[in-house]
């Protein structure tokens, strides 16, 4: 039988350590706010925003909600980071992904001041990780080491295979695996062979971004599967990228959706900004 990876449970521990871990902090006199910015209305935006500022209000710490219409000048939005950079009390800003198209993401990123970036997608945030030193660490790649630790799988040796190579989870989930010891994969679009490689995995981590792309034929007996997608298929219910229901009896341990991988990015983004108030904004 496959363990079941429990992300609401093991996120609900994370954020209830880190809930202790912020009184303490009060105690000593630091604290500080989250600056969540969204530009436009997407719905699947909306949810994530609301989650991320629940979340902050139960770890017991401030968050600003900067609600920004869709037409909104890149400008605008570079004048917005820049006052949030000069503002002490802010210990972390959070720029909600995707940005409408007129404006240039890269851009806004690279506004962003590296010591506030808790989301991690800062290029000095990427090029700390990439070096193995200390720096915040993008939020889904983070929690899925976080999952396989407090599951108590090993990582160090195993086979990991990717599949995706975003700048948000495949690249820097790489980069982790490999800080854990792992021999790593990355696959992609244009990899040929895919199922073969994949069946080669250990630990199998689809964040390629389509529903149920990832049937039986991709396991190996045993193998570890995360699961980054969450989609909504045709009865409206939410699914990943695995198709669950064929692989799981075929894996030593599986993560669901929802339920899985998605509530640890959270976890994790609450991680960074505890650790941005401890520091009280020192890189
Ligand atoms: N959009 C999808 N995932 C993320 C994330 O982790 N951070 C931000 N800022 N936007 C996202």
Redesign the pocket.
Known sequence: MAVIIDGKKISQQIKDELKERVEALQAEGKSGALAVVQVGSDPA?GV?VRNKKNACAYIGIESLAYELKEETTQQELLSLIEKLNQDDHVKGI?????LPAHIDENAVIRAIAPQKDV?G?HPQSVGLMTIGQDGFL???PAGIIQLLKRTGIEIAGKHCVIIGRSN?VGKPMALLMLREHATVTITHSRTKNLQEICRQADILIAALGKPRFVGAEYIKEGAVVIDVGIHRNEENKLCGDVDFENVEPLTSAITPVPGGVGPM?IAMLMQNCVESIAKEGAV
Do not use: A, E, G, R
């Open positions: 935006s994530y959070l720029v909600q992904l995707p989301d997608f993008p939020c889904t948000i990015t």
